[in-house]
């Protein structure tokens, strides 16, 4: 009995294409830290394909990321665990100890930190004013679900890029029809508010 075997090299692997840039805006160094440092608008609510760009962006600023905390109302899924370039994050949920609107990081050299979270489905005008907020409200600290009520109430009119659509079409919105142009990028003033430049990262 023979056996036949194919000796031509293996296909070439298929690398899985980068995950695109999280989308995110953080205060200034030396803002007032408030309830909030910032906001993070990821595109699905999928965290084992979100949390690695999130964490990708955010260990060269704040250390190296080790423990991340959500309210698992608005995440189907919560793994105990995500694997990043160069180590392993951990994940833990809470329900009454943490704002369903809010992400908490722990960091290995620089403490804690709180992001707002933005629905994926926000439309871009929306989501742009939840991050503007987040980093430069002057007012009485609040929530996470707070800033999310007070922009549901706000007056603001129903255009294209107000209303809530699917997240492809959310972001289409972001990156070609005024996201960044919105928001600016990291280290640049916002016009509303030069003396406190925001510390900004938009995901393109």
């Not at 023979?2 to 690398?15: A, I, L, N, V």
């Not at 995950?19 to 906001?39: E, I, M, N, Q, Y």
């Amino acid at each position: 009995m023979s056996s036949t075997f194919d000796h031509r090299d293996p296909p070439p692997r298929q690398e899985r294409p980068d995950a695109p840039t999280a989308r995110l805006a953080l205060k200034a160094t030396g803002a007032s830290r408030g309830l909030l440092d910032g906001a993070w608008w990821p595109r699905s609510r999928d965290l084992a394909r979100e949390l690695p760009a999130l964490i990708d962006v955010l260990d060269p600023l704040w250390g190296r990321i080790t423990r991340i905390a959500v309210n698992p109302t608005h995440w189907p899924v919560v793994p105990r665990q995500i694997p990043v370039r160069g180590h392993v994050v951990k994940v833990g949920w809470f329900t009454t100890e943490l704002d369903p609107h809010k992400i908490l990081l722990l960091s290995y050299t620089a403490g804690r930190w709180d992001l707002l979270v933005i629905p994926p489905g926000t439309g871009a005008a929306s989501a742009a004013r939840l991050m503007k907020a987040a980093v430069e409200y002057d007012g009485p600290p609040l929530t996470a679900s707070a800033l999310m009520a007070a922009e549901a109430e706000s007056p603001h009119d129903v255009s294209a890029a107000d209303r809530t659509p699917d997240p492809e079409e959310a972001e289409e919105s972001w990156e070609y029809e005024g996201g960044a142009s919105s928001i600016h990028t990291i280290g640049t003033p916002l016009t509303a508010a030069p003396e406190r430049p925001s510390r900004l990262i938009v995901g393109m």
